[in-house]
């Protein structure tokens, strides 16, 4: 399995990491990425965390047809690094393990997949992730990127997906950002689900909305680690609004 283990990627923001136990479904995988341009490396759960520290990576699959307990457990500890937490991580779910969609989703897994996985959905989804450069791990350059606004007492970071409070800081992965973004976009407005659905997935995507709840929640809970304070309000039957304090303690 570690022999397959490295396609080295010249454009390392194009890099993959797929960890598998399959070995073939490996080799497909690399094959269909491959003609998009995307380079990977398989790794083992033991190993993902590191691997995903010591280089700029694109996004992260996690196939649990071995052993879904482990696929959890692996992306929990994906999210619980600083480091790594800001990686988008893709599921690749069984057919007939789809009680672990929700599972995965409080895990911090930002996609998931179930099996059959279309090739097309997959590649438009870590291509919209290219587009949109949103593992760039840089700093923000202000001649080719957004530049940081300034709502309150926070302020954000586009480029890096950053949010800072104070003295504190939180790197968002990209649909809590995206999810964020559209509420800031009118602070005290209420959102639908409809609209948060439509600006922080794909637009090729089927957003359950449970699914925006679950995302919605974490991103309340790491808002109000960050600062302390509950800034986003569920209005029942209808969606979601952010309030703005105007200072840090």
């Known amino acids: 399995m570690r ?21 073939n479904f490996y080799v497909l995988l690399a094959h269909i990425l491959a003609s998009e341009g995307f380079q990977t490396m398989l790794v083992s759960e033991e190993e993902v965390v590191e691997q995903a520290a010591l280089r700029p ?21 994906l999210k619980a690094s600083d480091v790594t937490s800001h990686i988008p991580t ?3 779910v069984s057919s007939g393990d789809e009680r672990y969609y929700l599972a995965l989703l409080k895990a911090g897994i930002d996609e998931n997949f179930v099996r059959p996985v279309s090739p097309a959905r997959l590649l438009a989804y870590l291509g919209s992730l290219q587009h949109n450069g ?10 080719r990127k957004e530049a940081a606004a300034i709502f309150g007492a926070l302020t954000i970071e586009p480029g890096r997906r950053l949010v800072r409070y104070g003295d504190e800081e939180v790197q968002f992965g990209p649909i809590e950002f995206n999810l964020l973004r559209c509420l800031l976009e009118a602070p005290g407005r209420v959102r639908s689900r409809l609209e948060l659905i439509e600006a922080a997935w794909p637009s090729n995507r089927y957003v359950q909305p449970r699914t925006v ?37």
């Open 3 to 23: 022999q397959l283990n490295y396609m080295k990627a010249q454009d390392t923001k194009s890099l993959v990491l797929v960890c598998s136990g399959n070995a």
């Open 57 to 77: 990576v694109a996004a992260i699959v996690l196939d649990s047809a071995r052993d879904s307990e482990l696929t959890l457990r692996t992306c929990a500890a």
């Open 90 to 92: 893709i599921a690749i």
């Open 134 to 143: 949103e593992n760039d791990k840089q700093p923000t350059d202000p001649t």
């Open 213 to 249: 709840d679950v995302h919605v929640a974490r991103l309340r809970r790491e808002l109000e680690r960050l600062t302390g304070h509950p800034l986003i309000r569920t209005i029942r039957a209808t969606g979601y609004a952010i309030d703005i304090d105007e200072g840090a303690d």
